[in-house]
């Protein structure tokens, strides 16, 4: 067993019952926040020290926000709980009969323990696609993503002056149609419109296509079929190739490969088709469907009495949804606060509720003054109101006062400026860099 071979993780021992949760992100927070002041010992693991905004994450790396504007140390969320405790650590396994987490930099028993570890990218299988394609789930995904297409641009001015081929520097391709996919090819229009021109006046932006490649007959698949058509006019509008019903069959890193409907020379792949439930290895008895773990109407992992698993990557089906909830970020966070709920009285001995979910509503912004949104009641419409709408909801939702600010005054100047500031390219120094630079 590893945990023979590693520390624990100094989290000082109490009377009170000890609760881990796995991962920082919105259902992770929500259930932590909520049970402040309960009688409980509360450890939350994560990767990274720091809750990340995921719906703002492709205005990151499109040169819109800066990537501390939508996060937010979680030491620093959770500051109000007395026996609270935070680890760096990436979370190997968990081991049941023990009732331990073991973690790269140690282990923890625990009584009680939430997964809330979110997704990860799902690429089918094609470790191709994988290996060369940019997914979008963390910030530095977004920064690697924001460097290397401005790396692009770069290159293709030098390119441009001995009248070399720079289609594939110019051409990006975004394959998955659903509100990230759809976001990010309008932030990208939009860059392409009114502000590359001006920082690159030597390139013909003509040349420059961008193109969103959907599987399904109709983009936002969750939405409401006028929201797919919507985004579709809106997204032509904007300049870009919508490429319904194409399968992207696989990616050199020059040439992306669509079968029967042709190829686009790009080294530019953004993926945005999918995600699945991030699972952590330890967990035999517990049932697992499409990389999710099936909980109950109480958040419990089937076969565990004493793990629960909430957001993204649990699975709670119901009749009103036999696949389980969409994993949107709404989900995450009522979950999170129904558990907090239920735990704070499983603590003081009262009955537990069943959960459920209550649905507010789905949006994707397109572009400046262009988002689609369903709304309960169908209530279902597009534009101006739409995009204030979107505007309004996610700045609202945003962890920190300071963070509402920043992103709020970014959205102002870009959009009386067109212009997009944060256009830098910041990767790690290569060890040539360093020898250069030493």
């Known amino acids: 067993m590893l945990a023979s071979k590693q520390k624990n993780l100094f989290i000082p021992e109490s009377k009170l019952p000890r609760l881990i949760i796995i991962g920082g992100g919105f259902a992770g927070i929500n259930l932590a926040k909520k049970l ?14 720091y809750h990340t905004f995921q719906p703002l994450l492709y205005q990151v790396a499109t040169a819109g926000l800066e990537p501390d504007s939508i996060a937010e140390p979680l030491r620093k969320i959770i ?36 997964i809330a570890c979110g997704t990860v990218s799902n690429y089918f299988g094609n470790e191709e ?14 920064l690697d993503l924001r460097s290397h297409i401005l790396q692009n641009f770069e290159k293709a001015v030098l390119k441009y002056q001995d009248n070399e081929d720079i289609e594939s520097l110019l051409n990006i391709v975004i394959v998955g149609g659903g509100p990230t996919g759809v976001e990010v090819a309008g932030a990208l229009a939009e860059l392409r419109r009114n502000v590359l021109p001006g920082d690159y006046p030597e390139l013909d932006f003509d040349k420059m296509n961008i193109y969103l490649v959907e599987g399904m007959d109709r983009l936002l698949g969750g939405m409401s079929d006028e929201a797919g058509s919507k985004a579709v006019e809106y997204l032509e509008q904007f300049g870009v190739e919508v490429m319904l019903e194409t399968m992207v069959k696989n990616y050199d890193g020059l040439l992306v490969d669509m079968g029967d409907k042709g190829k686009i020379k790009s080294n530019t792949l953004i993926w945005a088709a999918g995600v699945k439930g991030n699972i952590i290895r330890g967990l035999d008895k517990a049932e697992i469907e499409g990389n999710r773990y099936v909980v109950d109407e109480y958040h419990c992992v089937i076969g565990h009495d004493n793990i629960y698993a909430v957001g993204d990557v649990a699975l709670m089906k119901n009749e009103e949804y036999p696949k389980g909830h969409p994993q949107l970020a709404q989900v995450a966070i009522q979950q999170g606060r129904h558990l907090a709920d239920n735990l704070g009285n499983l603590f003081s001995g009262k009955k537990q509720s069943a959960f459920k979910y209550r649905h507010k509503g789905a949006m994707a912004t397109i572009g400046r003054n262009k988002a689609v949104v369903d709304l309960p009641g169908n209530w279902r419409f597009g534009g101006l109101l739409a995009w204030i709408i979107w505007m309004g909801i996610h700045l609202l939702s945003l962890v920190g006062f300071r963070n509402k600010m920043v992103v709020f005054g970014n959205w102002v100047w870009n959009y009386f400026t067109y212009d997009r500031s944060i256009r830098l390219i910041i990767r790690p120094l290569s060890k040539k860099d360093k020898r250069v630079h030493k």
């Open 129 to 142: 696609i994988q290996q060369r394609a940019f997914p979008l789930k963390q910030i530095p995904h977004a």
């Open 36 to 49: 402040i002041d309960k009688p409980v010992q509360i450890v939350m693991i994560d990767r990274h020290n």
């Open 79 to 114: 500051d109000h709980q007395k026996d609270f405790y935070f680890r760096m650590a990436p979370v190997r396994e968990i081991d049941p009969a023990k009732n331990m987490v073991i973690t790269d930099s140690g282990f923890l028993t625990y009584d009680h323990l939430v």
